[in-house]
């Protein structure tokens, strides 16, 4: 799998210091700064910010020096200004890392209230559920419920087996239910109980 990973930077705040020595032209002029961030992003969504790099551009000569490049007094002179008026990394640059949290969130929520749907499904069951459980170790089935009645239930059992449990839809097709047998009610919640049965999917 490949993964677009890059960086980006993005303009934060300018300003503007005054009364300075270009180490340019070394003329005492003013200079415009600006505050850029920079993120990193995947397939273009920003994930969390890197750092927050310092641009000043001389209005006499126009070369632009990046902070460390300035003498001393320049440095500190911007770093007074940004003090007084506060960088703020924006909200956005975690939009990557909120998403991953909500995708978590409604996976969790959605496993939750499968568990809560089979739970109250295994104890009123309907014609037309399917059940799916463990077959034999590393490999997995369904049974469909054909009829109710007092204490048993008539299935069909699946002919076919699979390895994985994402794919069960593969092999949930009308086709593959011909063999037909009964369990008791009781049996069948044992097998819930011992976790063969771990879903109930009701249409």
Not at 31 to 46: A, D, E, N, Q
Not at 104 to 129: E, M, N, R, W
Not at 181 to 198: G, P
């Amino acid at each position: 799998m490949v993964f677009y990973y890059g960086t980006k930077a993005t303009n934060l705040r300018n300003g503007q210091i005054i009364n300075v020595d270009c180490p340019n032209c070394n003329s005492n002029v003013s200079m415009i700064y600006s505050v850029f961030g920079k993120y990193g992003h995947l397939y273009l969504i920003p994930f969390f910010p890197i750092k927050k790099l310092t641009f000043a551009e001389c209005n006499s000569c126009k070369k632009t020096f990046e902070q460390k490049e300035l003498p001393a007094p320049i440095q500190q002179k911007l770093e007074r200004e940004k003090e007084k008026n506060k960088v703020k990394t924006p909200i956005w640059m975690f939009s990557g890392l909120f998403l991953i949290a909500a995708i978590i969130g409604l996976v969790s929520y959605s496993s939750h209230q499968t568990d809560l749907d089979t739970a109250s499904f295994i104890k009123d069951p309907k014609a037309g559920d399917i059940y799916y459980l463990d077959s034999v170790e590393g490999y997995y089935t369904t049974i469909k419920i054909n009829q109710v009645s007092k204490d048993s239930l008539t299935v069909f059992l699946n002919d076919m087996e699979i390895g994985s449990k994402t794919e069960m839809d593969k092999i949930d097709i009308d086709k593959n239910y011909t063999k037909k047998s009964n369990i008791s009610k009781k049996d069948m919640l044992k097998l819930y109980n011992e976790k063969k049965i771990y879903e109930v999917k009701r249409n």
